[in-house]
């Protein structure tokens, strides 16, 4: 079975302050691993996809995430964040098969405060 | 170029009526994918169609639900004989090819409310 665990549901921080949303998983085989970004009232807009290679791999608006399988885990960072950052972010692994389905993690609420 | 296109965006309807949600999805995407977003489940794949292959409807949660897409193109998700535990965000969502290293291109949704 596949399952992606976000650990925190709600992150707050300052403006300009680093921040990290944490994502693990588990899975009996190989998996691409994915962080999507949910404005309000719109649809989900890719960040940051790992497929295979390099481990750390980096995004769009200065995101980058981390994949460390022997932790299984691929957590999202931004040295400095914005306010325009405040959004649900979303953690998705698929199986790495030929069904392209994704499972979700519950998502995690990013508020960036002034 | 357009992304993926839903309607209506929003849709309020009486308990016990049927709905259709429709997605235009990206000229030339093969895969076309419907998920469900909803306060207490977070985001459950629906169904899955690629190509002229038959689809994956695994995730369907009831036979009140179905869903078709004609020509390779739109899909319509209908749910029959609409329950409360209905409402949520309906999101489908695209990709070039079913392979899993192409990301999907997801719609703004349909926000559905069973009064």
């Known amino acids: 079975a596949q399952s992606v665990t976000q650990l925190d549901s709600q992150v707050p921080v300052f403006e300009e302050a680093p921040v990290e949303l944490r994502c693990n998983y588990s899975s009996s085989v190989s998996v691409y691993l994915f962080w999507y970004v949910q404005y309000p009232n719109q649809g989900l807009q890719l960040l940051l996809k790992y497929l295979s290679g390099s481990t750390l791999v980096k995004g769009i608006n200065g995101f980058e995430a981390e994949f460390n399988k022997s932790q299984t885990s691929f957590h999202l960072r931004k040295p400095s964040v914005h306010i325009s950052d405040t959004a649900e972010y979303f953690c998705?692994?698929?199986?790495?098969?030929?069904?392209?389905?994704?499972?979700f993690g519950r998502g995690t609420q990013l508020t960036v405060w002034p | 170029g357009a992304g993926v296109s839903q309607s209506p965006s929003n849709k309020v309807t009486e308990k016990g009526k049927d709905v259709e949600l429709r997605c235009d999805p990206i000229?030339?995407?093969?895969?076309l994918y419907w998920y469900r977003q909803s306060l207490g489940q977070g985001l459950e794949f629906l169904i899955y169609f690629q190509g002229n292959s038959a689809p994956d409807k695994s995730g369907l949660p009831s036979d009140r639900f179905s869903a078709e897409r004609t020509g390779g193109s739109v899909s319509t998700l209908t749910i029959q004989r609409t329950q409360q535990e209905d409402s949520a965000v309906y999101l489908c969502?695209?990709?070039?090819?079913?392979?899993?290293?192409?990301?999907?291109?997801f719609g703004d949704g349909t926000r559905l409310s069973i009064l």
């Open positions: 998705a692994l698929d199986r790495g098969s030929t069904l392209g389905r994704l499972y």
């Open positions: 969502a695209s990709s070039p090819g079913g392979a899993s290293n192409q990301p999907q291109h």
């Open positions: 000229s030339g995407h093969t895969a």
